[in-house]
């Protein structure tokens, strides 16, 4: 007698502090289910007796026999079936267990910075523990984002730091850094290179008064001062606008934006004839297009452009000329050619003809059909992350 005491406080010692689970408060000591067996498990220990019968959907209660290490699979619980005193014997019903069971990531047996991932749910005894990790950033959309290297910080796990700066003609800023964060993801997965349109600083020159019209961007080049009157740089001013919108003119002259219709039409009437456009690709290719006789009529004529034949110079493609003599559309006012409105397919507004060779006023940072594009020699379009549009007298 002295001996099964013994054994049985030496074995609920260990069940108790290997497993210290809540369930164990349900196991009953020295008491058997009867007449209720599915099936018999030999040689598993207690907690994987409780396994077995939770991945049953019958079994709902269990008789572990200490001394042979049989575990009995019940179809009923004690509440509605006989018990025996049988000393060997404990009985636990399932409910209490499956909490702990169902999940066994549910006691969080990984370490610091670790992960617990189990297979599926109904595996109970598979977990693995990951180190945390944040993994590779996805700088697939911003071809510019350059990874600084060796900045001194740990680059794998929770804490982890990754530094980013933006590399191209534009902009050569450092970004900043981002953080592994403890749910394993990046403190910011925002990371872009937006244009810095201050990059052109070395070339636009400041601003000026045109016809009491003030605080227009000028640039020098050699023995010329141009006027600014649109540029595209990646900023995240929108280019759909209303007719009003681009009538008045949007954006700021520090990076995007659309001087105005009204004063295009003003300044090219007051001698402003020389049009230029200068664009970067992606590939950091350089081109301009040039066109000396511009036009522009008033609003009653919803501000038409005329380009006049023969008159371009330039080192890639005279495709503004596709948009000669065309009016001014908006998403709220429909001038073009095209049976539907260009402005509401494109979503801003243009010249537009049936639609376009040219839209400069397209998406920034886009490479779609919506993006800021000009058509190439072989009927392809060119993708321009920088455009800028300027004026000047003959
Ligand atoms: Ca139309």
């Not at 369930?23 to 067996?37: D, M, Y």
């Not at 907690?47 to 290490?69: A, F, H, M, P, W």
């Not at 900023?235 to 004063?263: A, L, P, V």
């Amino acid at each position: 007698m002295a001996s099964r005491v013994s054994t049985l406080l030496v074995y609920a010692y260990i069940v108790c502090n290997v497993y210290d689970t809540s369930g164990l408060h349900n196991v009953q000591w020295g008491t058997q289910l009867t007449g209720r067996l599915i099936d018999v498990v030999a040689g598993v220990s207690f907690l994987d007796c409780i396994k077995e019968c939770q991945s049953r959907k019958r079994c709902l209660s269990v008789n572990y026999r200490r001394g042979t290490l049989f575990c009995e699979l019940n179809s009923v619980a004690l509440n509605s079936a006989h018990a025996n005193v049988e000393s060997t014997s404990v009985y636990s019903g399932m409910q209490s267990w499956e909490k702990i069971l169902e999940d066994p990531c549910a006691d969080t047996p990984c370490g610091d910075q670790q992960k617990c991932t189990s297979p599926s749910a109904g595996d109970v005894n598979k977990y693995s523990c990951q180190m945390i990790d944040c993994g590779p950033v996805d700088t697939s959309n911003n071809p510019d984002l350059v990874e600084i290297k060796g900045v001194g910080y740990p680059t794998i796990g929770v804490g982890s730091r990754r530094g980013f700066r933006c590399e191209g003609f534009l902009n050569s800023k450092i970004i900043g850094y981002i953080q592994c964060l403890p749910d394993g993801v990046w403190s910011t997965q925002k990371l872009q290179c937006v244009c810095d349109c201050r990059g052109f600083s070395s070339m636009m020159d400041g601003t000026t008064t045109i016809n009491d019209i003030p605080n227009i961007p000028y640039t020098m080049t050699l023995s010329h001062e141009w006027l600014i009157i649109q540029r595209r740089c990646g900023g995240t001013e929108s280019f759909s606008r209303t007719w009003n919108e681009y009538k008045k003119g949007f954006g700021s002259y520090e990076s995007d934006f659309w001087i105005g219709n009204e004063i295009m039409h003003q300044l090219a009437t007051d001698g402003f004839k020389v049009l230029r456009v200068e664009m970067m690709d992606y590939n950091g290719q350089m081109y301009f297009a040039q066109y000396t006789n511009l036009q522009i009529d008033s609003e009653t004529d919803n501000y038409k452009i005329h380009l006049h034949d023969g008159e371009y110079s330039g080192n890639f493609s005279d495709e503004l000329l596709y948009h000669n003599h065309m009016e001014f559309t908006t998403m709220d006012r429909d001038n073009d050619n095209h049976e539907d409105n260009c402005a509401e397919i494109f979503r801003n507004g243009w010249w537009y003809n049936h639609c376009f060779h040219v839209n400069l006023n397209g998406l920034g940072n886009d490479r779609t059909k919506y993006g800021i594009r000009w058509r190439d020699d072989n009927n392809g379009y060119t993708h321009m992350k920088f455009v800028r549009m300027m004026i000047r007298r003959p």
